[in-house]
Nanobody
């Protein structure tokens, strides 16, 4: 069973940047699609970005497209989320997850393993 641990969250001014990391251990994640989701207080968990096992096929939510970039390093068994031009509405707990499929997916039900989350807070 793979375990996922997120890091890199923090407090940042609007317009700033952060890079989230998601380190996998216990088993390789390289054969599976992976994704980032987020949940703000009082709101449902929402999809942010996803990447296929190939590392080249990616898909983003409209709210982050053009500002966030998802990537993965298979050698390090690590997933990244580069976040630029952050906005207060990006404030949330961010979770990484591993899909049961090799392709990418924006459907939370396709993901079987989740990290514990890392908090991102953007102030204006």
């Amino acid at each position: 069973q793979v375990q996922l641990v997120e890091s890199g969250g923090g407090l940042v001014r609007a317009g700033g940047s952060l890079r989230l990391s998601c380190a996998g251990s216990g088993r390789t994640t390289s054969n599976y699609g992976m994704g980032w989701f987020r949940q703000a207080p009082g709101k449902e968990r929402e999809f942010v970005a996803t990447i296929a096992s190939t590392g080249t096929e990616k898909f983003y939510s409209d709210s982050v497209k053009g500002r966030f970039t998802i990537s993965r390093d298979k050698a390090l068994n690590t997933l990244y989320l580069h976040m630029n031009n952050l906005k207060p509405e990006d404030t949330a707990q961010y979770y990484c997850a591993t899909s049961k499929f090799a392709g990418y997916s924006y459907f939370a039900g396709d993901y079987t393993v989740w990290g514990q989350g890392t908090q991102v807070t953007v102030y204006s």
